[in-house]
């Protein structure tokens, strides 16, 4: 096991010499990028993330987590970093129709696309909002697909734009949208397990795979082959569901080992010979095991990875031969599928058997073994099934192992009676195990260390320009031939003068292209073996050799060769042609092959003798041909001959030639290479290989220097002819110029001429502007003022509306206020009247009292007198009577006496409301006496605004100065009335408080007088009535308040000094709209600009 560290590399070798995978583990290469250094105590890794196969299968790329992208060729043993994205890769796909071209996933959601060969972004293609997880490329490599944990999207790799978009609910995300293999269908795999087909044209749904019944298998990875035909699930659980989605069903569920909880990845492994229905699929456990398993047999087969360094990610070449696992460590490492599978692809157990064998007899003189049996002979074929039994054919003589190899085994284990068996049995090898068997019969040395040697001198001379005489469309095919061609030459010297040998040796290097030591090893056994006696006569045909096929058919079919004869048809024509190119011209692949299994079976002589069993096989056309051209036609073209009769004929000649005719008496028995180094091949004449070789030197020499006098001679010729050519140009370029110069004169005159007429042109548009520009101005100007005026008449409507609408709220509020002030008239003569009716009501209250007074007063005396009366009357009486009469006296006196005790506290009473009345009553008629006096005033003033506005527009300046005056005499009246209303107010209140003081004082006294005059009598005296009213003073009639010393007066001017600032602001702004009216209309002249616009105009 080779490694390799890419730090600070950009390119190089991938490995120092061809890695040799044991069967063990297969691992070929381990590739790290270890960024460590000698001081540091640990590795430091730049991990590697994703890799993705090419479609040829012999190339990889590689992303790491820094955004290195690399490119791995296997093929021709190169690597090299390609791109540097910075930004971690996601996934990879390498399989586009542009072979040069590969896309790569970020983390940052984004999808570019670089060249390999430029190394130059193509095309960055963005629609995702998560890192994408997987990339899908159609068969064609047009289409992409492109799927995330949210969103699957379908691109166009041609015009990479987007054709289709794919959402699901959150609840619901995307596992896997991927298209299947060999057709129009995509499928779809989301988390609830469900799994859909769509047709990639219409993306209609074509049909959906059921799931089995029981727990959710909770899908995580799928896979299909090539062909399409199969659909593998695994997730988290042991079990992977494999369908077929041909008829669309679950074929069968493989339970894994017991260590695998969750599968992570599937790839199958495809095989050479397949036909693309891969059996065997690999499954990436979540222990980083990748075990492979038949999903036929439900067998695990091998497995890949180790516990301490566990694979995250796998890819498969598409031809199967190579296993690319990423590591949880970083590192790459690159797995050999056929190491791993040497041990599956073992040959069988021995199907044949030989259970009876009579009569064998041995030919030791030709250095042979041969087996001859009776027509009653069988050979009983044992296979799993059921037993069959063949008869072989008597006189059949079949090569057997050399007299040196008495055991008759080959190499790998192989049995050479066995192979014989099943080859006159099948009548060729199983194309599975065919090259498996060539090497064994071949016994080929496997020396790389002789191949290296030789390889690494590098082209032959010789075949240099092999590619001039023998154009190959495939590059590889073709360094593969030109390789293999240098290393026979390197080997011997004919070879490279050997002009056939392409010929030869191509279907061989077609066929083990792949394993070029193989190939280089099988035609050197060829040429060593079945080319015995060719070389002797370089650089002619080996006319011994041919000799020996003539004879052998003039022995068997002497009218064929007689008619050769007669048409000049000799060797070289009938027998050369077949011999120089193997019968490659003349078979197809299968037939060649079916060939070659017989000839590779058999003495070096069978070859010869298959020759002329063509020819007799063929006799029946080549008897018709007559012309030379035909025959030669005939023996490079294939024909309609049947192989297995040409086989089949060439063994009866084999056993019915005579010993002097037969070919193997010329040629030696089959020897294999030998191990360590190649064995030297000198049986060819080497004076003519030599003379050729420095004739051919010589000649080199001679072209390389006449190549060189003839390139010295053309670049002398072409300098002459330069000079020529620069002598003739500079009299041309002279003539051209005077004539350019006549030209040019002829041309500035006329772009004279063109610009005076343009300077013309332009100062009439200049004027033209000027005057369309004056125009442009008046007009705007115009515009401007007739704007102006607009504004101004809309300012002044407005203007007339508001003093319309404040006039309007004037008049309003005039109207308002003097229906507050009829109210309140209406208020205070209703008061009136109510204190007048209450002052009425109090009299007759008075007198009444008076009257019931009186009326009491005088029964009182009458009752006094009749008490005396009564008292002289009863003196008479006895004395009881007396004391119970003056007993009776004394109570009513005392009863009259609470009485008059009585009635004169609710007189007292009722005398200080009265006079508190009248006080009221006094005020009352006092402020209504100025409140008639003040809208006296103001209806003066309102009669004279009304005059105001009736005088004409000419004096309006006069009658506002008038009005101003007026409006501020009234001010200075309003303010003087005011302070005199305040100065009254006060005094009002300082006489109020003193005549209250002087009533109370007054009120003390007549309750005084009236206590001491109750004794005597219980009538007030009139002066104290009298008194009382006229010393009533001023007192406000609203005021409802109890306290004697309150100074503040009522007054009707409620709202009054918001009226009146109301109406100073509506007269200023009427006083400002007046002056700007008058102002406008005494401007008697227009602007000055406008004037000489017009003058202009």
């Not at 069959?388 to 080959?410: A, Q, S």
């Not at 005039?814 to 009829?822: C, G, I, L, Q």
Request: glycine share 4%; with cysteine.
């Amino acid at each position: 096991m080779q490694s390799l560290d890419v730090n600070k590399k950009d390119s190089g070798k991938i490995w120092h010499r061809k890695p040799i995978p044991s069967g063990d583990n297969g691992l070929m290469v381990e590739i790290q990028h270890d960024t460590s250094s000698a001081f540091s105590l640990q590795n430091r890794y730049v991990r590697f993330l994703h890799a993705a196969f090419d479609s040829t299968g012999d190339r990889f790329v590689a992303g790491d987590h820094q955004g290195n992208i690399y490119v791995f060729d296997l093929l021709r043993n190169r690597f090299q970093l390609v791109q540097k994205t910075g930004t971690a890769c996601t996934a990879l796909a390498f399989t586009l129709r542009r072979r040069t071209e590969f896309l790569v996933a970020l983390s940052d959601c984004s999808l570019k696309c670089y060249d390999t060969d430029t190394r130059e972004l193509v095309s960055w293609m963005k629609g995702h909002t998560t890192p994408i997880h997987t990339i899908s490329i159609h068969a064609s490599g047009r289409y992409a697909l492109t799927t995330s944990n949210d969103i699957a999207q379908l691109w166009d790799l041609d015009t990479f734009e987007r054709k289709r978009k794919l959402n699901v609910r959150q609840s619901v995300g995307i596992l896997k949208v991927f298209f299947l293999p060999l057709s129009n269908t995509i499928m779809t795999c989301f988390k609830d397990d469900s799994i859909f087909a769509w047709e990639s044209d219409t993306l209609q749904c074509k049909y959906q795979l059921t799931i089995p019944a029981g727990q959710k298998p909770a899908y995580k990875s799928f896979a299909t082959p090539k062909d399409g035909r199969l659909l593998v699930a695994g997730g988290k659980s042991r079990f992977i569901h494999i369908w077929a989605l041909d008829t669309r069903r679950l074929l069968r569920i493989i339970e894994l080992p017991n260590k695998v909880k969750v599968v992570k990845q599937l790839e199958f492994l495809p095989e050479s010979f397949d036909g693309g229905s891969s059996q065997v699929v690999g499954v990436l456990s979540q222990d980083g095991i990748m075990r492979f398993v038949n999903v036929n047999t439900c067998k695990l087969l091998f497995d890949i990875g180790t516990l301490d360094d566990r694979i995250h990610h796998v890819t498969v070449s598409s031809h199967g031969r190579f296993i690319v696992a990423v590591t949880e460590s970083g590192k790459t490492n690159i797995y050999s599928a056929q190491a791993l599978t040497a041990e599956l692809n073992k040959p069988p157990p021995p199907l044949v058997k030989a259970m009876s064998c009579k009569d064998k007899s041995a030919d030791l003189s030709r250095s042979r073994m041969l087996r001859s049996v009776t027509p009653k002979d069988t050979v009983t074929v044992t296979t799993k099934d059921k037993k069959k039994t063949r008869m072989i054919e008597p006189g059949m003589k079949v090569r057997t192992p050399t007299f040196e190899d008495e055991t008759c085994e080959l190499p790998e284990g192989l049995n050479m009676d066995r192979l014989i068996s099943i080859l006159k049995g099948y009548g060729e090898y199983p194309s599975k195990y065919r090259m498996f068997i060539w090497r064994s019969l071949l016994r080929l040395p496997e020396n790389h260390a002789a191949y290296s040697s030789l390889t690494d001198k590098g082209t032959h001379i010789a075949w240099a320009n092999v590619h001039e005489q023998y154009p190959i469309k495939s590059r590889k095919l073709l360094r593969v031939l030109q390789r293999t061609l240098s290393g026979l030459a390197h080997w011997s010297a004919i070879f490279g003068e050997t002009d056939y040998l392409p010929l030869l040796g191509f279907p061989f290097i077609k066929l083990f292209q792949n394993n070029q030591l193989v190939c280089f090893e099988v035609i050197a056994t060829i040429l060593l073996n079945w080319c015995q006696h060719w070389f002797e006569f370089f650089p002619n045909p080996p006319i011994n050799v041919l000799s020996m096929v003539e004879n052998v058919l003039a022995y068997h079919d002497k009218e064929l060769l007689q008619h050769f004869i007669r048409y000049n048809v000799t060797t070289q024509i009938y027998a050369w042609p077949l011999m120089e190119t193997l019968f490659s011209e003349v078979l197809t692949k299968d037939e060649w092959l079916k060939l070659w299994d017989n000839v590779f079976s058999n003495h070096p002589s069978f070859f010869l003798i298959t020759i002329v069993s063509y020819c007799i096989c063929s006799r029946q056309p080549l008897l018709q041909c007559i012309d030379k051209e035909d025959f030669e036609y005939f023996f490079h073209h294939r024909n309609s001959v049947d192989i297995g009769a040409v086989i089949k004929e060439a063994y009866h000649l084999q056993d019915t030639t005579p010993d002097d005719v037969h070919p193997v008496r010329m040629l030696d028995d089959f020897k294999p290479l030998t191990k360590g180094q190649y064995p030297v091949f000198n049986k060819y004449p080497k004076f003519i290989v030599d003379y050729q070789a420095q004739e051919r030197e010589r000649i080199r020499q001679d072209e390389m220097e006449y190549l060189r006098q003839r390139q010295a001679a053309m670049e002398l010729k072409k300098e002459t002819e330069k000079r020529q050519q620069e002598e003739t140009a500079w009299y041309r370029q002279q003539e051209l110029i005077k004539d350019a110069e006549e030209e040019r004169r002829k041309l500035l005159m006329e772009e004279e001429q063109k610009l005076v007429d343009q300077r013309v042109r332009l100062n009439a548009m200049k004027r033209e502007l000027r005057i369309k520009e004056m125009q442009l101005i008046d007009a705007a100007r115009r515009k401007f003022v007739h704007h102006e005026k607009q504004q101004r008449e809309t300012e002044l409507k407005r203007l007339d509306e508001e003093l319309a609408r404040k006039v309007m709220l004037r008049e309003q509020e005039t109207k308002s206020a003097m229906e507050d002030v009829d109210i309140k008239n209406m208020e205070l003569y209703a008061q009136k009247k109510m204190l007048e009716q209450e002052l009425a009501r109090i009299q007759s209250e008075a007198d009444y009292h008076r009257r019931v007074d009186y009326d009491a007063k005088r029964k009182q005396h009458e009752l006094e007198e009749r008490a005396q009366q009564r008292v002289m009357d009863q003196e008479r009486e006895t004395e009881h009577d007396l004391r119970k009469g003056v007993q009776r006296t004394v109570a009513q006196a005392e009863q009259l006496h609470s009485d008059a005790q009585m009635r004169k506290e609710t007189e007292v009473r009722g005398r200080l409301d009265d006079i508190e009345r009248e006080l009221k009553s006094v005020e009352l008629a006092r402020h209504n006496d100025q409140n008639r006096q003040m809208e006296e005033e103001i209806q003066d003033l309102m009669r004279r605004l009304e005059e105001g506005k009736l005088e004409t527009a000419m004096d309006e300046q006069e009658q506002y100065n008038k009005f101003k005056a007026l409006s501020e005499v009234a001010e200075r009246r309003r303010l003087q009335l005011l302070q005199e209303e305040a100065t009254l107010a006060r005094e009002h209140a300082e006489e109020l408080r003193n005549s209250m003081d002087a009533s109370f004082e007054r009120l003390r006294d007549i309750r005084t007088q009236h206590v001491e005059n109750s004794v005597t009598s219980p009538l007030l005296p009139e002066n104290v009535r009298t008194n009382g009213i006229t010393s009533t003073d001023n007192t406000c009639l609203n005021n409802l308040s109890s306290s004697p010393d309150s100074d503040v007066p009522f007054t009707l001017d409620r709202g009054r000094k918001t009226f009146e600032r109301r109406e100073q602001e509506l007269l200023r702004e009427v006083r400002d709209m007046r002056r700007k009216l008058a102002s406008e209309s005494r401007r008697a002249k227009p602007p000055p600009d406008y004037i000489s616009d017009d003058d202009e105009e």
